[in-house]
C-alpha cells in the first residue's frame, strides 16, 4: 500500500479545501467540515496549517499558479500583441469568475506581510509577461516603444489603478470587503477600453 508523504498530503488537503470553499464559499466553510470531507481528524489539518486563515492563503496560492499558467499559455501561442493583452484581461474576469466564492480580494485587501509578499511576486511576473507580450509587439512591427520594460510597468500601473479607483468608489468605508461581481466586471470594461486607448499610442503612425 503507498504510504502518502507529507506533499502528497498537503495538496490532497488543498483540492479538497479548494472544492468546498468554491461550492459553499470560504467564509461559510469550517475546518471541521474539510476534516469530513478528507475523512481525517481536524488535528491532522492543523499540522500542515495554523488555523483556517493560513490554510485560506495557501488555497489563494495554489490557484494563483494557475492563473499564471493560464496567462504564460494566452502569451506562448500570440499573433497580436494587442489582442493577447486584451485576452489577458479577459482571463482575469473568468478566474475571478470562477473563483467568487474564495473571497480573493477579502484576503488580498487584508495588509500581511505574506499577502504583501505574494502582491510582490505577482507584479513581478504580471511585468514580465507584459513586457514579453509588448516585446513581441515591437518585434513584428505592431508597436513602436523605445523602452519596453518601463512601458509594460506603466501599463500594469494604469491597469490597477483602474481597480483601486473602482474599489474606492464602491467600497470608501470597507476597506476589507470583497469586491462584488457587477463591480469587478465594471474594472474589467474599463481595463479593456483603457488597454484599446494605450496600445494606440504604441501603434506606428
Request: charged share 30%.
Amino acid at each position: 500500500m503507498h504510504a502518502e508523504t507529507k506533499d502528497e498530503m498537503r495538496e490532497k488537503i488543498l483540492e479538497a479545501t479548494l472544492k468546498r470553499f468554491t461550492h459553499y464559499g470560504a467564509s461559510k466553510t469550517t475546518m471541521n467540515e474539510i476534516a469530513d470531507d478528507l475523512r481525517c481528524s481536524k488535528a491532522s489539518l492543523y499540522y500542515y496549517f495554523p488555523d483556517k486563515k493560513g490554510l485560506h492563503f495557501a488555497v489563494l496560492e495554489k490557484i494563483g499558479e494557475i492563473f499564471h499558467a493560464e496567462q504564460e499559455a494566452e502569451a506562448q501561442n500570440m499573433t497580436s500583441a494587442t489582442q493577447t493583452l486584451l485576452n489577458i484581461i479577459e482571463i482575469k474576469r473568468q478566474f475571478v469568475q470562477r473563483y467568487s466564492r474564495l473571497e480573493l480580494f477579502k484576503v488580498l485587501n487584508d495588509g500581511s506581510p505574506e499577502t504583501q509578499r505574494v502582491m510582490r511576486e505577482m507584479k513581478i511576473a504580471i511585468d514580465a509577461l507584459i513586457t514579453k507580450i509588448m516585446k513581441y509587439g515591437v518585434e513584428t512591427g505592431e508597436f513602436v516603444i523605445d523602452d519596453v520594460e518601463r512601458m509594460a510597468e506603466l501599463y500594469n500601473q494604469t491597469m490597477e489603478g483602474l481597480r483601486f479607483s473602482v474599489i474606492d468608489y464602491c467600497m470608501p468605508v470597507q476597506i476589507n470587503a470583497d469586491l462584488a461581481p457587477e463591480d469587478f466586471e465594471r474594472i474589467v470594461a474599463q481595463q479593456k477600453l483603457l488597454t484599446e486607448i494605450f496600445v494606440k499610442g504604441l501603434k506606428h503612425r
